[in-house]
């Protein structure tokens, strides 16, 4: 079965920690994205990558990491600069990266900070 | 003003009618144009992309589009209580790669039996 695969689904994390969640995908897309959902509201790009080794900084970077060192798998570290991690995350691929490509999701991570 | 805009609903319509749910955009060079089903606490699913002015139609999902107006639009026909969920537009802004992509906020639809 082709598809993205996020892990885990529910993850808890205490003040000052640092977590990663996981997003694999088998589609044989070259571009990946993470984006977060908070309630009520729309999409926002964390970080984008269209190539291994490469990825660039969407609109709201500051307190998360990433990497791509492998064209299916694309982790996203959650630091504890981030001040208000609380929220879905989405991992998303795509073909090329290119303007008419279609984005697919994966399942998604809901995080809670305690 | 918002990049891509949605009334953010409950739109609630009768089953068996039609649900039409709008979305407007700023961006004059938007190129492309993605309708997405999203239920509660899932991940988005695609239900139809569009790229050029008029209509296009999928089973019972037809997405209008209109780049004059800067106006993309999503009926469904024959709405059954499984289309209740929140539908989100998505919008390729400036005409450049996927990483462009804005989400709107999304339409929250509530199909009454």
């Known amino acids: 079965d082709g598809g993205i695969t996020q892990s885990p689904k529910y993850l808890f994390r205490k003040e000052g920690q640092n977590v990663t969640l996981s997003c694999e995908q088998n589609l044989n897309h070259d571009a990946m994205y993470w984006y977060r959902q908070d309630p009520g509201q729309g999409l926002r790009l964390i970080y984008y990558s269209q190539i291994v080794n490469d990825f660039q900084k969407g609109d709201i970077a500051e307190g998360y990491s990433v990497s791509r060192e492998k064209k299916e798998s694309f982790p996203l570290t959650v630091t504890s600069a981030q001040k208000n991690p609380t929220a879905f995350y989405l991992c998303a691929s795509s073909i090329t990266g290119g303007p008419r490509d279609t984005q697919y999701f994966g399942p998604g991570t809901r995080l809670t900070v305690l | ?113």
């Open chain 2, 1 to 113: 003003q918002k990049e891509v805009e949605q009334n953010s609903g409950p739109l609630s319509v009768p089953e068996g009618a039609i649900a039409s749910l709008n979305c407007t955009y700023s961006d004059r060079v938007s190129q492309s144009f993605f309708w997405y089903r999203q239920y509660s606490g899932k991940s988005p699913e695609l239900i139809m992309s569009i790229y050029s002015n008029g209509d296009k139609e999928d089973g019972r999902f037809t997405a209008q589009l209109n780049k004059a107006s800067q106006y993309v639009s999503l009926l469904i026909r024959d709405s059954q209580p499984s289309d209740s969920a929140t539908y989100l537009c998505a919008v390729n802004m400036f005409g450049s790669s996927a990483s462009k992509i804005i989400f709107g906020s999304g339409t929250r639809l509530s199909i009454r039996p």
